[in-house]
C-alpha cells in the first residue's frame, strides 16, 4: 500500500486538515492579540495609575464606537477621526517608552522611523486640538483634564 | 515684493509708519513649503528672516526642546539680523506653509540706514523671543547673546 490509500489508511487527511486549522487559528489568534496590544498596553498603563480608569476606559470606548457609528463611515472626516485616533494610540505608545514630558522633535523622529505617514500634520491636529500641549519649559506631554479648563501657553498652541 | 497692507498685520512690523512699510514692501518676497520640510537648520548661517504667514511650525533647539508656531505673524530665522550669524534653532513645517521672507543682509543695511525704523523691529522682535526664551539653558543664552 502506498501513496493516497497510504494517506487515507493513516486518516492523513483528517490529520492535515487539523493541522491546517491548527495553523490557521494560531495566525488569526496571534493578529488579534497583536492588533489589540497597544490597547492592553496603554490600559495596563492607565490602570495602575488610577482604579476607576476601567470603567471610564469602557466608557468612552462604548462612546467612540457609538459615536463613529453615526458618523457616516465613508465621510472623509470620519476617516480622519478615526485615522487620527489611531496615529495618537500610535503616539501615546512611543510617549511610553520616551517618558513625559517629551521632546517634540525625537517624538516625530521616532514615529517616522516605525512608518507613521504624515507625522507632522498629524501631531500638529493633535496639537491644536489640545490632545498635546507644550510646557513652557519646551518639552511636551499629553493633556490632562486641567489642561483643557485652563487653557495652554498660547504660543505654543492654539489657533 | 509683498503689499504693505499685508506686512503691518504682523506683529514685529506693526508700529513701522507708512513709508517704511514701502521700504519694506520692495524687500519681501512670498515664499512656500511643503509639510515635513525643514525651513532651518541650526548652525547654518542666517540669511532669511521669516514671518509665517500661514500654516503651522516647529521650531527646535539643539538640546531636543521645542515650540510650536501656529498663528500668522510668527517670526523665525531673526538671527538674520545680527551679523555674522547661525541659525539658533532648526525649524520645520508641519503643515504647509507660506511666508513674507526678507534677505537678512538687505534688512540689516536697511535697518543700520534707518536707526528709528531698525529699533521698532528689533524691539519687536525682542517681544517675540522674550516669550520663547524662558526655557532656554544658559549655554542657549550665551550662545545667542555670541549671535549664534
Request: charged content about 25%; aromatic content about 8%.
Amino acid at each position: 500500500m502506498g501513496g493516497f490509500s497510504a494517506i487515507s489508511a493513516g486518516n492523513g487527511w483528517l490529520i492535515a486538515a487539523m493541522g491546517i486549522s491548527v495553523v490557521f487559528f494560531g495566525l488569526a489568534s496571534l493578529a488579534f492579540i497583536i492588533t489589540y496590544f497597544p490597547r492592553a498596553i496603554r490600559w495596563w498603563n492607565d490602570h495602575a495609575k488610577s482604579p476607576k480608569y476601567t470603567v471610564q476606559l469602557l466608557r468612552s470606548l462604548f462612546s467612540q464606537r457609538n459615536r463613529k457609528a453615526t458618523i457616516s463611515a465613508d465621510t472623509r472626516e470620519g476617516h480622519e477621526s478615526g485615522e487620527l485616533d489611531d496615529v495618537e494610540e500610535a503616539l501615546r505608545l512611543i510617549t511610553a517608552h520616551m517618558k513625559e514630558p517629551f521632546k517634540l522633535p525625537r517624538l516625530i523622529e521616532v514615529a517616522e522611523q516605525r512608518g507613521l505617514a504624515r507625522v507632522h500634520s498629524k501631531i500638529n491636529r493633535l496639537l491644536v486640538k489640545g490632545t498635546m500641549v507644550g510646557g513652557a519649559d519646551g518639552l511636551f506631554r499629553w493633556a490632562t483634564p486641567n489642561d483643557r479648563k485652563e487653557g495652554v501657553n498660547s504660543e505654543t498652541v492654539s489657533k | 515684493m509683498i503689499p504693505i497692507d499685508e506686512l503691518k498685520k504682523y506683529e514685529i512690523l506693526a508700529e513701522l509708519d507708512p513709508a517704511e512699510l514701502k521700504f519694506l514692501s520692495a524687500m519681501a518676497e512670498a515664499t512656500q513649503a511643503r509639510e515635513g520640510e525643514v525651513l532651518i537648520q541650526a548652525g547654518l548661517p542666517a540669511r532669511t528672516l521669516y514671518i509665517l504667514q500661514e500654516g503651522d511650525l516647529m521650531v527646535a533647539f539643539p538640546d531636543g526642546r521645542a515650540i510650536t508656531l501656529h498663528k500668522p505673524g510668527g517670526v523665525v530665522g531673526w538671527s538674520a539680523l545680527v551679523s555674522p550669524a547661525g541659525y539658533t534653532a532648526s525649524v520645520t513645517c508641519l503643515t504647509d506653509c507660506t511666508f513674507v521672507t526678507f534677505s537678512g543682509s538687505e534688512l540689516l543695511r536697511l535697518v543700520q540706514r534707518n536707526v528709528a525704523m531698525g529699533t521698532k523691529i528689533m524691539r519687536n522682535i525682542s517681544k517675540v523671543l522674550s516669550r520663547r526664551l524662558p526655557f532656554l539653558q544658559e549655554k542657549d543664552r550665551q550662545r545667542l547673546r555670541k549671535g549664534r
